[in-house]
């Protein structure tokens, strides 16, 4: 797509200058000051429009008639609804609480320009574009070049580069943009004087932004305490249902609230869909995780892991990682995966029960090991995932005191770490790889070999360990997958039905497990993930003081998230604890809120959600078409075992009842 100036806007503009491509999200600017920076690039964009003038003391209406920029028309009516006349500072200070929408609607249609690209997690980088019909440079670039013409030059700017120099300069950011002398910085004074819009404009962000007090006007609401005999006797606290759980205290309570356990520090929790937009939009810039997640990475000797980074190193890494957890990844390997299922599949026998858990981890490790590492890892894999698990509820959750985790047994245990990344090097040699499809140990090796700083070898033992633990997250997501499944026979008949359609005349590739060819299989996936969430909560530290719903949260506060609480709130899914595939199809679209986070929230979302919807759909597919499942016994009841994260309790057994197609033999 070709885009030239004349079709990007002042707020679109303003996004590109601010953008910081090494972090994935704009230059550090404070909420407040970014959210009125962009109202006061509406209002500069409506009066190049001539449809409102402004000076120092007004802001007139000159013509009411639409721009046909969905942007900016809403903010035309209030202002032309407006029964008396204010000025430039009164509607920045009225319109900053709409900011939000404002910057999401600018980086959506930037995205749909194909001039940004959106990431998993709300980051956000340039992408190459044909610009101005003449050189393949990003619209960043060309914004940069001509802006800074005029700051180390005596061109004059013409009043549209004016408004950005402007508005640019009240987020104090510059320094960041471009590396500036004495001389540069007397020119972007002078600029910032010369135009009437932008000193006015720029004039009013600066005294709203100068009024601490708008910010901090309702900091006195004290987080409220819940009562340990209430929590104790929740209902869903017996089940283990821990989403349903706070899902009720935070009815009772609100969206804020701590627990208070014996001879521990006060627990601040979040709980609702609008504690989930906080996070998502404003976590970046107040928590984070490297505090939290220290004890625990320095198990495996690591330090500065993928889920401890913030800020830069953390997007570089991700960026740098992204490929190997994409679904185009997992796409071009379809051919590994059913050999494995299959496999695992072969092994069934009619009338016989499995216990749920050990079936599936077991099913869904073979898959992974083969994938990432191209390793077999079954003899090894229950003893990694016990010392993972036990070092979680050790170092995450404190749960159990430390000495726990150096047991003789836990000793043991450790030491499979070890033999796990032996394997992993022994057949990552160069002779053992010739010819073979790249997979996860490549790119962390590579990136090691190429980024020592960035991946040393001391965290080479997390990372590629992690990638087979995965197996507990995902092997836990399709145990619910099959109950849920098996469950409901009804449901069970439309999945079987989109199996037989893929596989009916043989392997589908992966393009062909469109939107289209597994609708109900992905409502249905969706729906497990929704009432199952296998991580229901996350932990981050605040680092910069905040405002939660009312509620400051101070410097050092541990933050437990409780994300998908939503999940179970009648706001944001009426009648919550009903399993109904049809909440995502139109009009309902239950899960366009900030209320569905099975994959967590902000910088730290799961960087494999893509591909895992893939692999269980595959897996879910592939037993619907060639079994029939029970739960065993027939009447169990679903109950949870939370620690350290979701799963099905041990009891839970599946019961083969009948197979339906021959598997090929191996």
């Given at each position: 797509?070709?885009?030239?100036?004349?079709?990007?806007?002042?707020?679109?503009?303003?996004?590109?200058?601010?953008?910081?491509?090494?972090?994935?999200?704009?230059?550090?600017?404070?909420?407040?000051?970014?959210?009125?920076?962009?109202?006061?690039?509406?209002?500069?964009?409506?009066?190049?429009?001539?449809?409102?003038?402004?000076?120092?003391?007004?802001?007139?209406?000159?013509?009411?008639?639409?721009?046909?920029?969905?942007?900016?028309?809403?903010?035309?009516?209030?202002?032309?609804?407006?029964?008396?006349?204010?000025?430039?500072?009164?509607?920045?200070?009225?319109?900053?609480?709409?900011?939000?929408?404002?910057?999401?609607?600018?980086?959506?249609?930037?995205?749909?320009?194909?001039?940004?690209?959106?990431?998993?997690?709300?980051?956000?980088?340039?992408?190459?574009?044909?610009?101005?019909?003449?050189?393949?440079?990003?619209?960043?670039?060309?914004?940069?070049?001509?802006?800074?013409?005029?700051?180390?030059?005596?061109?004059?700017?013409?009043?549209?580069?004016?408004?950005?120099?402007?508005?640019?300069?009240?987020?104090?950011?510059?320094?960041?943009?471009?590396?500036?002398?004495?001389?540069?910085?007397?020119?972007?004074?002078?600029?910032?004087?010369?135009?009437?819009?932008?000193?006015?404009?720029?004039?009013?962000?600066?005294?709203?932004?100068?009024?601490?007090?708008?910010?901090?006007?309702?900091?006195?609401?004290?987080?409220?305490?819940?009562?340990?005999?209430?929590?104790?006797?929740?209902?869903?606290?017996?089940?283990?249902?821990?989403?349903?759980?706070?899902?009720?205290?935070a009815k009772q309570y609100g969206p804020v609230f701590q627990i208070c356990p014996p001879f521990k520090r006060p627990m601040i929790f979040l709980a609702s869909s609008q504690t989930n937009h906080w996070v998502q939009r404003h976590g970046r810039l107040h928590l984070r995780a490297s505090d939290y997640f220290s004890g625990f990475e320095k198990i495996y000797g690591a330090h500065g892991v993928l889920p401890s980074l913030d800020g830069g190193d953390h997007f570089r890494l991700r960026k740098a990682m992204s490929p190997a957890f994409s679904r185009d990844r997992l796409e071009g390997q379809m051919d590994q995966v059913y050999h494995q299922v299959r496999k695992n599949l072969s092994s069934w026998k009619v009338e016989d029960s499995y216990s749920a858990r050990r079936l599936c981890r077991l099913m869904v490790n073979a898959q992974l090991s083969s994938l990432f590492l191209g390793v077999d890892s079954q003899d090894i894999i229950d003893d990694l995932i016990a010392f993972k698990e036990r070092a979680l509820i050790t170092h995450i959750m404190e749960a159990l005191p430390k000495f726990m985790l150096n047991t003789p047994g836990m000793k043991r245990r450790s030491k499979v770490v070890d033999t796990l990344l032996q394997r992993v090097q022994s057949s990552h040699t160069p002779a053992q790889r010739a010819g073979c499809p790249r997979d996860l140990a490549d790119d962390w090796l590579s990136l090691h070999a190429s980024d020592p700083q960035l991946v040393p070898e001391a965290n080479l033992r997390f990372a590629l360990s992690a990638a087979l633990v995965a197996s507990v997250y995902l092997g836990d997501a399709l145990n619910f997958a099959i109950y849920a499944m098996a469950s409901q026979p009804s449901l069970y008949e439309k999945l079987r039905s989109e199996a037989d359609a893929l596989f009916d005349n043989g392997d589908p590739l992966g393009a062909d497990f469109t939107p289209e060819a597994i609708d109900v299989t992905h409502r249905f996936l969706m729906e497990c993930l929704r009432l199952y969430p296998i991580v229901p909560m996350s932990m981050r530290d605040v680092m910069n003081t905040c405002v939660v719903e009312g509620h400051e949260l101070p410097v050092g506060s541990r933050l437990h998230i409780a994300q998908t609480a939503a999940h179970y709130m009648e706001e944001d899914f009426p009648d919550p604890y009903t399993f109904d595939i049809d909440r995502y199809l139109p009009p309902r679209n239950e899960h366009r809120s900030h209320g569905y986070a099975p994959y967590g929230l902000g910088t730290h979302r799961c960087l494999g959600s893509n591909w895992l919807n893939l692999q269980l759909a595959v897996n879910i597919l592939m037993i619907?078409?060639?079994?029939?499942?029970?739960?065993?016994?027939?009447?169990?009841?679903?109950?949870?075992?939370?620690?350290?994260?979701m799963k099905p309790s041990k009891k839970l057994k599946y019961r083969i009842a009948e197979q339906r197609h021959e598997l090929p033999v191996h």
């Open positions: 797509m070709t885009v030239t100036a004349a079709q990007l806007s002042l707020p679109e503009e303003l996004v590109l200058m601010l953008l910081n491509e090494e972090t994935g999200y704009f230059h550090q600017v404070q909420g407040w000051e970014l959210n009125c920076a962009f109202v006061g690039a509406v209002l500069a964009e409506l009066s190049l429009l001539e449809r409102i003038d402004t000076d120092m003391d007004s802001l007139l209406v000159v013509d009411r008639t639409e721009t046909g920029n969905p942007i900016l028309d809403p903010i035309l009516t209030q202002i032309a609804d407006e029964p008396e006349q204010r000025n430039a500072q009164f509607w920045i200070e009225r319109l900053a609480g709409q900011a939000e929408s404002v910057i999401d609607s600018t980086l959506d249609h930037l995205v749909h320009l194909k001039i940004l690209r959106h990431h998993d997690g709300d980051f956000w980088t340039l992408a190459p574009v044909q610009y101005d019909g003449s050189t393949e440079e990003t619209p960043h670039e060309f914004i940069k070049a001509r802006i800074s013409k005029f700051i180390y030059s005596s061109v004059i700017p013409d009043p549209r580069d004016m408004i950005i120099i402007c508005l640019v300069n009240t987020c104090d950011v510059w320094r960041f943009i471009f590396e500036l002398d004495d001389e540069a910085e007397e020119r972007i004074k002078f600029i910032c004087k010369m135009d009437l819009i932008g000193r006015s404009i720029a004039a009013a962000v600066e005294h709203t932004v100068a009024s601490p007090l708008l910010r901090r006007s309702s900091l006195n609401k004290q987080i409220p305490t819940v009562s340990l005999g209430r929590l104790l006797l929740n209902p869903h606290l017996r089940k283990g249902n821990i989403p349903a759980v706070f899902a009720d205290l619907a078409h060639h079994f029939t499942i029970e739960v065993h016994p027939t009447n169990y009841k679903l109950r949870f075992s939370p620690l350290p994260s």
